[in-house]
């Protein structure tokens, strides 16, 4: 398939740059995957579209506060944005320059702690953060909270508390797992006293996830890694949900991603890593009946991902439909929730 079938045309006035006035007061663009009929509805009545001893899987990594200013020992500025946290002293970057930084130089950030250049491993590079103080206390410290780069505003306390789900517990993530971001703990006892049940997952969303799709064929698409992880307590509720009949729903693509990384085998087992999973149409699902995510950027690997899951016909209908009725996209914007094209 070509990059150009996920292509589309969205107005910027629909690119949402701050959320709804509440968490749970989006809209929500219900897909059938099997017929393409589309209803618009409201994510406050999610609870009517899930039957008790369904299950819902939740992303439950934390947005880390990853961008840090700081400037060379020549004096030059730079931006660094942490892709991944290796341990309490090690990271790998991205580092905006006027020249890249060479390995044994050192970089000081924010004026308050300094980190020397190991290396350059692709577009990224090993940093080794000379301090006392770990390196998750420091960018809670010093640094910012990494907003998309279609949000146009600089992150601020409001952003803290609404680029994070409520039920965010593992840091890691350079971006949220949007979907979860509709949930207040009002609408999670809701769901509860619906009947409906939850479990957990990680997966720490790499800035990868924003890039589009620059190769013409998608197989060509060298995919991003990210760290992911599935507890046996989670797998043992798939299972049994599964046994009853009922279904899955993955909240977010992230979600989704870790589940079907962890049943790459055709079994879903138990386990972490890391996972490079590029889900396009004709991929065979393995784990999840039904989807909640946001709307996706044009040309990305996530469009391609719910393409797969609904159908590309379908997906590109419900686009076009989201548009004209200003559904707001992306991040802070609104839902959709799908069920699988079967």
């Known amino acids: 398939m070509r990059t150009t079938d996920f292509d589309f045309y969205l107005p910027d006035e629909l690119i949402a740059q701050f959320p709804a006035t509440e968490r749970t007061a989006s809209k929500l663009l219900k897909l059938d995957g099997k017929t393409g009929q589309l209803r618009d509805e409201k994510f406050i009545d999610l609870p009517q579209f899930i039957a008790p001893g369904d299950l819902l899987v939740f992303n439950n990594t934390k947005v880390i506060k990853a961008r840090l200013a700081g400037a060379k020992a020549t004096g030059g500025q730079i931006e660094a944005l942490i892709e991944r946290v290796l341990d309490t002293h090690h990271a790998l970057a991205h580092i905006k320059s006027s020249r890249s930084p060479k390995p044994g130089s050192t970089l000081l950030f924010a004026d308050a702690f300094e980190a020397e250049v190991i290396e350059r491993q692709d577009d990224l590079f090993l940093l080794k953060i000379h301090s006392e103080t770990d390196l998750l206390d420091l960018l809670d410290q010093y640094g910012s909270l990494p907003l998309p780069p279609y949000i146009t505003h600089a992150a601020d306390a409001h ?51 924003f890039q589009p799709v620059r190769v013409d064929d998608i197989r060509e698409h060298k995919m991003h890694t990210e760290l992911y992880s599935v507890p046996a307590e989670t797998v043992a509720l798939i299972q049994a ?20 990384s962890a049943a790459r085998s055709g079994e879903l087992i138990a386990g972490a890593g890391e996972t490079d999973i590029f889900i396009t149409p004709g991929y065979q699902f393995k784990v999840v009946e039904r989807l909640l ?47 699988r094209d079967q």
Do not use: C, W
């Open 159 to 209: 952003d803290d508390e609404r680029y994070q789900t409520v039920f965010a517990k593992q840091p890691g993530a350079v971006a949220a797992p949007t979907a979860g971001l509709h949930f207040d703990d009002a609408m999670l006892e809701r769901l509860k006293a619906h009947g409906v049940n939850f479990a957990y997952v990680t997966l720490h969303v790499g800035a990868g996830t």
């Open 293 to 339: 995510t946001n709307f996706h950027l044009p040309k990305s690997t996530l469009l391609m991902l719910v393409s797969a899951f609904a159908g590309l016909t379908h997906i590109q209908q419900a686009y076009q439909h989201a548009i004209a009725q200003k559904y707001r996209f992306f991040s802070y914007g609104d839902a959709m929730l799908i069920e």
């Open 241 to 260: 949900t599964k046994a009853q009949g009922k279904k899955v729903t993955a909240i977010g693509t992230t979600a989704l991603r870790a589940l079907e």
